[in-house]
């Protein structure tokens, strides 16, 4: 059965779970550990990815985030490839570290979120890597220190979590406090994890419930939320998908006129973006300016990458050339 597209628009939250390839390790010491939280920080500020919640385990990891402009896809390929290539080399091994396909759920924030949160954060406990919640506090492969103020990462949204618990941030400390410690006893939550009708109604109970009742309800493995949810989570990623497609069709569009404009002037697609101010390249370039504004109705910005210049610099050819 082919594997389903991820489902993902700018701003979206997501529950991701990375595993190391045949359940290996992906880390093996404390220098790992920093490694990948490091660069775990490190990618989310420069593609201005919010964090919320993670913990690092031995063979697998979890996060909590929001997406940034540039997608899920793009942070978590930087964050995994370059995390792997580091270990590789310092481990001397080669091949894959993680499993090709991580887990992404799109997650209903209104319904989830603090359940996601403190399920994620008591992970090293329910592994026993800590033996109470005291140890956990001083974990630092995990987010819930940064949360009760014991760390402090500034790519980690810690004043978002505990806004959930109260206005005021000592009160909103302790009630989150007591929060995950009323999460210990209920063990280890398949339905946020598990298949896409047992996540939505929140687990097996509420499921057959719903069938003796004669319910229905549309659901989707990759999303954690009800019915309503999904169905709008389903629209708007393929909305933002349909916009993705249409982008990258423009594009390959623009490029072929490009080349082909190019090749019968004799002039490389190289030269022309290289900024060069050779006569035959400078007319060229406005001619292709105005056609691509007038024409095609690209945006100033956008013919500036295309023709290596400056947007002032676009701007310039366009007055230049309606003056002429």
Known sequence: MPRQARL????????????????RNIVDDDQDRNNFVFRMGQVALQTKTIIYAWALMTNHVHILLRS???????????????????YNRRHQRFGHLFQNRYKSILCDEDSYFTELVRYIHLN??????VKNLAELEKYPWCGHGAVVGRFNHEWQDRDHILSWFGKREGAARGAYQKYVQEGISKGRRPELVGGGLIRSQGGWAQVISMRRRGGGEISDERILGDGEFVEKAMREAQTHLKSHYELKKKQREMDKFLQSICNRAGISVKELASGSRRGRVSRLRSH????????????????ARHLGVSTSGISKLMIRGGSE
């Open 68 to 86: 940034g402009p540039s997608g899920l896809p793009k942070y978590m390929r930087r964050l995994l490839t370059g995390y792997a290539v580091s």
């Open 288 to 303: 292709l300016a105005a056609r691509m504004i007038e024409d095609y109705g690209l945006t100033l910005a956008e013919v």
């Open 8 to 23: 993902d628009s700018p701003g979206t939250l997501h529950h991701v779970i990375v595993r190391g390839i045949e359940k």
């Open 124 to 129: 090293p406990l329910r592994a026993k890597l």
